[in-house]
């Protein structure tokens, strides 16, 4: 069966410092892979997608960047947080775009 | 631009009350997922609905889809505490899901 692991689980981290959080998939191959952002109290925001190594597409401008280095990883990074950053991100998989998502455990990030 | 839209945002039932949620959606879509998230967890598919009419059980829960209307509601039957969470849909886009901004159920006695 598939699987998703999404870490750290939590991280406080300062403003101005790097990020980099990190998605693996077992059991399936070439998955559709999503990053997603929930502000506190709020929906989900849709931040990257791909759907091959090293394909990636920015649904929303900002400070992040995506990255699909092996087919079963995606790394969400930043040079440098800000503030805004803070929130629950959220890894995602699918076999195909318009199809069922299975999201990750999550990451809470507050930015200090 | 596929726009999703649940009402309503925040539900606050007793148990043993029915309810419904609905969640609309823009465009032209044939699929139309539930989704369910507990405080400070990740989201947990529910239900999956794949065509005009589907209607999918799972214990108090109930979830339809009319593709005509472009609608589907989550309806509870029966309301326990247990079902306190926030409820998401989302249906299919072009590329991608576009989700609704879910529906937070307080279920107290």
């Known amino acids: 069966s598939q699987t998703i692991h999404q870490w750290p689980a939590t991280l406080v981290q300062p403003v101005g410092s790097p990020l980099s959080l990190e998605c693996t998939v077992e059991g399936t191959s070439n998955p559709n892979l999503y990053w997603y952002r929930q502000a506190a109290g709020r929906g989900l925001q849709l931040l990257f997608y791909?759907?091959?190594?090293?394909?990636i597409s920015s649904e929303v401008p900002q400070n992040l960047s995506a990255s699909r280095p092996q087919d079963r990883q995606f790394i969400l990074s930043s040079k440098k947080l800000l503030l805004s950053d803070s929130g629950f991100y959220l890894c995602?998989?699918?076999?195909?775009?318009?199809?069922?998502?299975?999201f990750g455990q999550g990451t809470r990030l507050t930015v200090v | 631009e596929l726009k999703v839209e649940q009402n309503p945002l925040f539900l606050s039932m007793q148990e043993e009350k029915n309810y419904t949620i609905y969640c609309n959606y823009s465009t032209t879509s044939d699929r139309l997922y539930w989704y369910r998230q507990d405080p400070g967890k990740s989201l947990e598919s529910l239900f999956v609905?794949?065509?005009?009419?589907a209607v999918k059980q799972e214990g108090r829960l109930m979830a339809s889809l009319d593709t005509k209307a472009r609608l589907s509601t989550l309806h509870i039957t029966a309301a326990v505490h247990d079902l306190s969470a926030t409820y998401f849909c989302a249906a299919s886009g072009y590329s991608t899901l576009t989700f609704g901004k879910g529906t937070m159920l307080l279920v107290s006695p």
């Open positions: 791909s759907v091959g190594i090293g394909q």
């Open positions: 995602a998989w699918s076999l195909g775009l318009n199809t069922e998502a299975f």
């Open positions: 609905l794949l065509s005009n009419g």
